[in-house]
């Protein structure tokens, strides 16, 4: 079984920062891209960063220049270190990442896991 866990929300002020964690155990073979997404009550869920196996980065414009993803591939661990936090960032924050489970047989799958979940609230 393969499992995700996210960890680091909270309360914070306008302008501060936290950081987020996720990491996927299990039996795992190997993990591609791995992300964020947030949802705000009302709102559909957003991708908010996603990184590949790589390094390479993507970004919702909206967080651009205050938000930074980064992965530790030993740990297979995603962070999401979010500065400059505004009111509008509140919302639940969830990891996923593209998982290949590690198989009895020849054939590889990939699937996509998802967090449970973590709130994080900008008061202003």
């Known amino acids: 079984q393969v499992q995700l866990v996210g960890s680091g929300g909270g309360l914070v002020q306008a302008g501060g920062s936290l950081k987020l964690s996720c990491a996927a155990s299990?039996?795992?073979?190997?993990?591609?891209?791995m992300g964020w997404y947030r949802q705000a009550p009302g709102k559909q869920r957003e991708l908010v960063a996603a990184i590949t196996s790589g390094g390479g980065t993507n970004y919702a414009d909206s967080v651009k220049g205050r938000f930074t993803i980064s992965r530790d591939n030993t740990k297979n661990t995603v962070y999401l270190q979010m500065n400059s936090l505004k009111p509008e960032d509140t919302a639940v924050y969830y990891c996923?990442?593209?998982?290949?489970?590690?198989?009895?047989?020849?054939?590889?799958?990939?699937?996509?896991?998802w967090g449970q979940g973590t709130q994080v609230t900008v008061s202003s």
């Open positions: 299990g039996s795992i073979f190997s993990i591609n891209a």
């Open positions: 996923n990442a593209l998982i290949v489970p590690r198989s009895p047989g020849p054939l590889r799958q990939e699937y996509a896991y």
